[in-house]
C-alpha cells in the first residue's frame, strides 16, 4: 500500500492541473503560519455540508476546559479519501491538528487527525 | 554481422518505430458515431486521488508540492486557468470574438478598469458559492467534486455535485422549447464540429463569478465551449467574453478525469453553512 499510495501520490502531482476556480479560498478565514496541536475528547461530529465538523473538549494549561471546532472537508469527500461514518465517535479521545481561525476563535481547519487506535486521516485540506 | 540479420534488425527497428507512432486508443463512441461524453468525471480536489489519498504516510506527511497540492482539496490558486488542458482548438469558433484563435487568447480575464478595482476590493465573504449559490459556467466545472454526463442522441445532461447544478444541453444546435429567465448557468445549446462538442451559453444573469480574478459579469456575460474526448479524458476549454466586464475574450482549460469508484452524491450545502463570521478577508 506504500508503494501505491507513492503512486497514487506521483501520479496526482503530475495530473494536477489547477481547476479552473479550485473552492473559495480557505486563506481567508484560517491562517496556515498559526498552526495548533491539540488533544482531546471529541463531543459532537457532524457529517454536514459545506464542512464535516468535529467538536472537540480540550483541557488548557489554567485546566479549564475549553471546545475547540475543527472544520473539515465536505462528507462526500471524507468518504472518498479514506474516511468511514464510523471511525469517530463521541467519547473517542485524538489528537488534532492545523490551521488556527484569523479571528482569534477556537476554530481550526483541521489537517492531521490522530485517532484512537493510532491510525491518523486528514480531515481538511492542506494550507 | 550478415546482411540477413542487418535487415532483421532494421525491421524490427522500423516496425518498433511505426508502432510508437499508431494513433492513440479509439474513443468510445455512441451508436450515431459520435464521441461518447457519458460517465463521472472530474477536473480536481483531493477526491479525485482517491480513498487511499487521504492516510498520512507512516513517515510522516509528505512535504507538499506547490502549486499541486495548492490545486487539490479546496485551498485555491488565485490565478486563472493553468490546466495544461488538451489540444488547443483550431478555428475561431462562434462568439469567441473577432476571428480569435482560441489558442492564442488570454489565460487571465483582461478586465476594464473599473471592473479590476471591484474585483480585487471583494473578499471571499462576497463569493457567492460561499453563501451556497451556484457556480455558474465555467466555474463549476472547476469545483473538487465529480460530475456526471448523460448522453443521449440529441441531448447531452450534466449532472454536478457542486452546489446541485444540473444542465440540459441540446447538441443538435436547436435552442430547447420555451423561453429561459436569466440564470447562474445560462441557455446552452450544443452543435458537434469533427468530434468536438462546441457549446454556446447565453443568457446569464450577472450574478456569478468568472474564472480567475474576473469577480464580476454582468448579463452580457457569454462562453462559448469546447470538450474533445482524448482515449479517457476531456480536454475542457471555455472562452470567455462579457463586453459589459471584459477588454476582450479569454480562455480557460481543464482536463476531466474518471474519479474511481465513486458516483455523483448530494451536496446539501445550506444544511450547516456557519462561521461565516469568521471568514474575514
Not at chain 1, 24 to 39: C, G, M, P, V
Not at chain 2, 114 to 123: D, I, P, V
Not at chain 2, 189 to 197: I, P
Not at chain 2, 270 to 279: A, F, G, Q, V
Request: charged residues 20%.
Amino acid at each position: 500500500m506504500r508503494i501505491r499510495t507513492g503512486l497514487l501520490v506521483v501520479f496526482a502531482l503530475l495530473l494536477a492541473v489547477a481547476p479552473i476556480w479550485a473552492h473559495h479560498s480557505n486563506a481567508a478565514q484560517f491562517d496556515a503560519s498559526k498552526r495548533t496541536t491539540l488533544k482531546g475528547e471529541v463531543t459532537k461530529i457532524e457529517w454536514t455540508n459545506p464542512h464535516a465538523y468535529i467538536y472537540v473538549s480540550v483541557k488548557d494549561a489554567s485546566g479549564k476546559t475549553v471546545t475547540w471546532s475543527l472544520e473539515g472537508f465536505p462528507p462526500n469527500t471524507l468518504l472518498r479519501t479514506g474516511w468511514h461514518q464510523n471511525d469517530l465517535k463521541n467519547g473517542d479521545v485524538i489528537t488534532f491538528e492545523g490551521a488556527t481561525a484569523r479571528d482569534g476563535s477556537n476554530l481550526m481547519l483541521g489537517r492531521e487527525i490522530t485517532l484512537p487506535d493510532g491510525k491518523k486521516l486528514y480531515w481538511g485540506p492542506q494550507q | 554481422m550478415t546482411k540477413l540479420g542487418s535487415a532483421v534488425i532494421l525491421t524490427i527497428f522500423m516496425a518498433s518505430v511505426l508502432l510508437a507512432q499508431a494513433p492513440a486508443a479509439a474513443i468510445k463512441r455512441t451508436a450515431e458515431g459520435k464521441p461518447d461524453f457519458s460517465g463521472t468525471w472530474q477536473t480536481g480536489g483531493a477526491s479525485l486521488d482517491g480513498a487511499y489519498s487521504n492516510v498520512v504516510p507512516a513517515g510522516g506527511a509528505p512535504a507538499p508540492a506547490a502549486g499541486a497540492r495548492g490545486a487539490r482539496g479546496g485551498a485555491a490558486p488565485a490565478a486563472g486557468a493553468r490546466g495544461a488542458g488538451g489540444p488547443a482548438a483550431g478555428g475561431g469558433g462562434r462568439g469567441a470574438g473577432a476571428a480569435a484563435q482560441p489558442g492564442a487568447l488570454p489565460t487571465q480575464p483582461p478586465m476594464q478598469p473599473w471592473a479590476a478595482e471591484k474585483s480585487r476590493g471583494m473578499k471571499n465573504i462576497d463569493d457567492p458559492t460561499v453563501h451556497c449559490f451556484m457556480p455558474g459556467i465555467p466555474r463549476v466545472v472547476g469545483m473538487p467534486f465529480p460530475l456526471e454526463i448523460v448522453q443521449t442522441p440529441n441531448k447531452i445532461v450534466i449532472l454536478y455535485e457542486a452546489f446541485r447544478t444540473f444542465r440540459v444541453i441540446p447538441t443538435d444546435g436547436k435552442k430547447l422549447p420555451g423561453e429561459g429567465i436569466a440564470s447562474y448557468n445560462g441557455d446552452s445549446v450544443g452543435h458537434w464540429e469533427g468530434d468536438t462538442l462546441v457549446v454556446d451559453v447565453t443568457n446569464f444573469n450577472g450574478k456569478i463569478w468568472g474564472p480567475g480574478q474576473m469577480k464580476v459579469t454582468s448579463d452580457k456575460y457569454h462562453v462559448v465551449e469546447r470538450y474533445t474526448l482524448n482515449g479517457d479524458t476531456i480536454a475542457y476549454e471555455a472562452v470567455i467574453e462579457d463586453p459589459g466586464v471584459l477588454t476582450g475574450p479569454f480562455v480557460s482549460r481543464s482536463t476531466l478525469r474518471h474519479p474511481p469508484e465513486t458516483h455523483v452524491m448530494e451536496y446539501e450545502c445550506l444544511e450547516n453553512n456557519i462561521n461565516l463570521n469568521t471568514i474575514i478577508q
